[in-house]
């Protein structure tokens, strides 16, 4: 596996501090002292809810713009253009795809079957990067015509049985059937431990590994893979989505398969790449995603975002919805197949769905080729909806219209339970039976590439060519190319324009509490409408004329305890502005589903890719934070006690910068922007640089870290010199991607 990188290599200097002394360690403020500053809303909105609304009502505008411009489209001029725009720019956020390299496939087992037989494949989606699939082929020597399956997340991948016995249902029909396993899941996971073996996956104790060196969840997986992508303008469905392009090249290579007659179907996250891919390869003639597509909008307000690979960036800011992803192929046949009592994708916004598609084929005259099949189910590939999605392929397909039964109507009891649906029609083959590989993953097999190694390797690739782009930029132009990254498809309504915007808003002061030798204003700024901050300002009774704006990753309170690091500061004279940027302390998010991914990624996860799927990054929009901040507080305090807030006439001397933690990427970004306004910027616990978290196999806490595309542009090394260099910017007690000190 490719080491995590140290600070020793990094291209440019810095000063790096390991202290004894750690600030990031909490001292909270006395039980006696209120230092919450935030109520509800006029509202009745939370101070936690707040930022999780406030991206609801951007994603709702968004939504309603989408509607009303798809709504007025009537010639084929006009559908066609609406269908390239999306097509160019899903490609575009996926950042591309890979060249087609050699397949290099082969069959290392065969199965036979009541009625079909199996091969068991290998082949390379890229080089030194290996898929394993099973090929369930039907009686006779065709040619027949062709379905890839991709999987759901099930941790077995291609073994699952909902998966064999939607191929063997195709096989016994006269379809050959491709069902092959994504990466994070079968014999193609990603993270594998090397240094001991495991029984039970860490995070699902209750829940047996498919094999002894795998330990993560699949969810988990992808989206730590994510991460890495997202810094590279890239998307971890890039990945997902070549794999399955390749699958149907070898479908295509195989002379029992036609070429002309090939198929799509998969369920939940193979939902997603139905979706997906049907949108992307005309080569897919018929699909039938299941248990996927419904709106972002009853989504996110219902489950919340889901893995990394289901959220591509800047598609709700740019008029993307999960109804283009049948819009685009349209007018070829689509069967969107749903579960009424689905608790993820709610079947009310499949229906709002169903009815765009079918509006947008019926105006290019055919409403005919989109159906809908709403089972009285749950979430799962179950057996009615592998009949329905079954029918639906051998109909478009040229096999024939026929009614095909997996198992006999009569046996399954009706009403059915759940329980009933799944056992229904249980596997034909055990995951040891279906295993491709020697070792059972491909990461054991010699020279392959993980997914984490093909990231590095494509960031030391274009490393060379940013450095050399961005040093022959002005210092101005780097920092419009910064604030533009990191403020992404933000539009001037959203808040996207410069700070200068929202300088005249002035903090309220809510309250004081006294302390010893100095008081705490508790102050609430406002960044832009929507968003309040709260904040503690800390003022002695002769202040020196110097000012710290203090940001701690985790509350304002911590650190802010008697004896604790801020009051040294207010014992020698500076003004502390203890502020908290949007998601931390008061203000923090996590209220959507209990446990989802909080143990690797944090607990706003999910606030975090909404912000994604509306075209921004938790850094750019905290950034904003700071710099509104150190304009809103200049002067405060400074003067006599009790100066007005932003006081016109109270000195605007720059201000010593303080940030630790999650604080500290958002506070560097500032510091690079605006140099002038800091004295000095001192950052604790923060990784040094970007490359580091891609090499990375794996990391923790970093998804509020990432922005879309920033490795294209700069690193972080290259923020210190903008910030002022080495003399001015000092890194204290970096942490690796994982959080661990760096030696």
């Known amino acids: 596996m490719i080491s995590i990188a140290r600070t020793q290599r990094l291209a440019l200097p810095l000063v790096v501090v390991v202290t004894t002394w750690a600030p990031v360690a909490v001292r909270l403020a006395s039980a006696d002292d209120d230092l919450t500053v935030l109520t509800a809303s006029p509202e009745g909105v939370a101070p936690g809810r707040q930022l999780d609304r406030w991206l609801m009502q951007r994603l709702e505008r968004y939504d309603d713009e989408r509607r009303s411009r798809l709504e007025a489209l009537r010639t084929r001029e006009q559908l066609a253009a609406w269908q390239e725009e999306r097509r160019a720019f899903f490609l575009r956020q996926l950042g591309g795809l890979p060249e087609r390299t050699p397949l290099e496939a082969r069959t290392v087992g065969r199965l036979e079957g009541r009625g079909y037989r199996v091969e068991k494949v290998i082949f390379a989606s890229r080089p030194r990067h290996h898929v394993t699939a099973s ?92 991460l890495g992508c997202i810094l590279l303008g890239s998307n971890v469905a890039q990945y997902r989505i070549w794999d399955g392009m390749r699958a149907i090249d070898y479908l295509q290579s195989r002379p029992e398969v036609d070429p002309d007659r090939i198929g799509c179907t998969g369920n939940s996250g193979g939902g997603t790449l139905t979706s997906y891919l049907m949108a992307l390869d005309d080569r897919i003639v018929a699909a039938a995603p299941a248990c996927y597509l419904t709106t972002f909008r009853r989504l996110i307000s219902k489950s919340g975002a889901q893995d990394a690979e289901q959220n591509i960036f800047g598609q709700l800011a740019f008029g993307m919805d999960e109804a283009d992803y049948v819009i685009m192929r349209a007018p070829r046949p689509t069967l969107i197949c749903a579960g009424r009592r689905d608790t993820t994708f709610d079947i009310e916004g499949t229906w709002e769905l169903f009815r765009e598609a079918k509006v947008f084929y019926a105006r290019l005259g055919y409403p005919e080729r989109v159906d809908i099949n709403d089972a009285d189910l749950p979430h799962g590939f179950y057996l009615p909806q592998r009949e329905a999605a079954a029918r639906f392929l051998l109909r478009w397909l040229g096999v024939g219209d026929r009614v095909v039964h997996e198992v006999d109507p009569s046996g399954i009891p009706d009403p059915p339970s759940d329980t009933d649906w799944r056992d229904a029609s249980p596997p034909d083959w055990n995951q040891a039976q279906l295993t491709c590989t020697a070792e059972g993953q491909v990461l054991l097999m010699p020279d392959e590439r993980s997914v984490f190694q093909i990231n590095a390797e494509q960031e030391r690739v274009l490393r060379p060519h940013r450095e050399a782009e961005w040093a022959r930029r002005t210092p101005d132009e780097r920092r419009a190319l910064v604030r533009g990254t990191i403020e992404g498809l933000r539009t001037a309504e959203d808040g996207g324009a410069p700070p200068e915007t929202h300088a005249a808003t002035l903090p309220r002061v809510v309250g004081t509490v006294p302390r010893d030798g100095y008081r705490i204003d508790k102050v609430i700024l406002a960044p832009e409408p929507g968003i309040e901050l709260p904040a503690l300002v800390f003022v002695p009774e002769a202040p020196s004329g110097e000012a710290t704006l203090y940001l701690h990753g985790t509350s304002m309170k911590a650190d802010a305890g008697p004896g604790g690091p801020i009051e040294a500061l207010v014992r020698r004279g500076q003004v502390v502005h203890a502020v908290e940027l949007r998601g931390i302390g008061e203000t923090e998010t996590g209220h959507h589903k209990a446990d989802y991914g909080r143990g690797s990624f944090g607990r706003d996860v999910q606030e975090i890719f909404l912000a994604y799927l509306l075209g921004t990054s938790y850094v750019g929009m905290r950034a904003r934070d700071v710099s509104h901040a150190c304009r809103a507080l200049v002067g405060y305090g400074l003067s006599t006690p009790g100066a007005a807030a932003g006081d016109a006439d109270a000195p605007a001397r720059p201000v010593h910068l303080v940030a630790i933690g999650e604080a500290a990427i958002p506070a560097l970004h500032a510091a690079a922007l605006e140099p002038a306004r800091f004295a000095s910027v001192r950052l604790v616990n923060m990784v040094p640089s970007w490359a580091d978290v891609v090499a990375s196999p794996g990391s923790h806490d970093q998804a509020v870290n990432v922005v879309h595309g920033a490795l294209l542009a700069y690193d972080l090394p290259d923020l210190v010199a903008l910030a002022g260099g080495p003399d001015k910017v000092l890194l204290e007690s970096p942490h690796d991607p994982f959080g661990r000190p760096l030696p």
């Open 135 to 226: 090929l369930y082929l039907p009686a006779g020597t065709g040619p027949h015509p062709g379905v890839i399956v991709p999987c759901g997340h099930s941790h077995d991948g291609k073994a699952a049985a909902a998966y064999q016995s939607m191929c063997i249902l195709l096989a016994r029909n006269g379809v050959v059937a491709l069902c092959y396993d994504p990466i994070g899941q079968g014999e193609r996971y990603q993270m594998l431990d090397f240094e001991r073996e495991h029984t039970h996956f860490q995070a699902a104790p209750n829940l047996p590994v498919p094999h002894p060196r795998v330990r993560h969840l699949c969810t988990t997986e992808h989206t730590a893979i994510g």
